[in-house]
């Protein structure tokens, strides 16, 4: 496969106040004593749904996830030996990613096909549907979650769409320390900067590579890039 493959709160600071512990208890105990009846049906309702909850993760949810995981195993294959109409598609006994991400959407492995359908349709150079799908693969894999937010940059590239693909590079970069990806999408991103002379923009790419990222593949280019930008941007 070519492509194998954050966000803080602070607590809130109140007034001091005398507080008088006995008419805090009587007023509560007049509270609960007026609403016995509304908070016993709350407490019976939220026991429900706490209980269907769990009730729908263990007789529903995962026997619907394992399933999935069961159906998808043939679609990867045809997916490696680049097969990719059955892959897409399946064959006379294996679903492909379409029917895999449409039967069991919400499973991981109906968000994976989602990611594998966005692959291909970039390979079929289909690149809105690319882009289309590459949106739905709400991943749990943190590599992979971060490469289909970095390849919707790759689909809006191709259809022209330039700054709106550095934005998404750029988003991608800011959710990963990966030493391969996250210099892989800043170069991506600096490229786009240099090719529209936003000069600052791209030594700002590349000189977070080259310092953030000293040991990657993309060090020393980078560095290259960031001097040359910083030139050419006075």
């Known amino acids: 496969m070519s492509n194998k493959i954050n966000p803080?709160?602070?607590?809130?600071?109140?007034?001091?106040?005398?507080?008088?512990?006995?008419?805090?208890?009587t007023r509560t105990e007049l509270f609960i004593e007026n609403n016995k009846k509304a908070i016993t049906i709350g407490v019976v309702g939220i026991i429900a749904v706490v209980g269907g909850l769990l009730g729908y993760k263990k007789f529903i949810s995962e026997p619907k996830a394992r399933e999935a995981a069961e159906m998808t195993w043939k679609a990867e294959y045809y997916f490696?030996?680049?097969?990719?109409?059955?892959?897409?598609?399946?064959?006379?006994?294996?679903?492909?990613?379409?029917?895999?991400?449409e039967?069991?959407?919400?499973?991981?492995?109906?968000?994976?096909?989602?990611?594998?359908?966005?692959a291909i349709y970039m390979q079929k150079?289909?690149?809105?549907?690319?882009l289309d799908h590459y949106k739905?693969?709400?991943?749990?894999?943190?590599?992979?979650?971060?490469?289909?937010?970095?390849?919707?940059?790759?689909?809006?590239?191709?259809?022209g769409r330039t700054d709106e693909a550095?934005?998404?590079?750029e988003k991608a970069a800011g959710m990963t320390?990966?030493?391969?990806?996250?210099?892989?999408?800043?170069?991506?991103?600096?490229?786009?900067?240099?090719?529209?002379?936003?000069?600052?923009?791209?030594a700002k790419a590349f000189k977070r590579i080259a310092t953030e990222f000293p040991n990657?593949?993309?060090?020393?280019?980078?560095?290259?890039?960031a001097g040359h930008a910083e030139a050419m941007g006075g």
Do not use: C
């Not at 030493?179 to 600052?200: C, D």
């Open 8 to 25: 803080h709160h602070e607590a809130p600071v109140t007034e001091s106040k005398d507080v008088d512990l006995g008419d805090v208890y």
């Open 80 to 101: 490696e030996i680049d097969s990719l109409d059955k892959a897409l598609n399946g064959d006379d006994q294996w679903p492909g990613f379409l029917k895999v991400a």
């Open 103 to 118: 039967d069991y959407s919400g499973t991981p492995s109906g968000n994976l096909a989602q990611y594998y359908l966005g």
């Open 125 to 130: 150079g289909e690149f809105e549907a690319a």
């Open 136 to 159: 739905k693969a709400d991943l749990e894999d943190d590599v992979l979650r971060v490469m289909a937010i970095g390849n919707q940059g790759d689909a809006l590239v191709e259809l």
């Open 166 to 169: 550095v934005k998404q590079f």
């Open 177 to 202: 320390n990966n030493e391969l990806v996250a210099p892989m999408y800043l170069m991506k991103a600096g490229i786009l900067h240099q090719q529209a002379a936003n000069w600052s923009g791209a």
């Open 216 to 225: 990657s593949p993309d060090a020393n280019t980078a560095r290259k890039y």
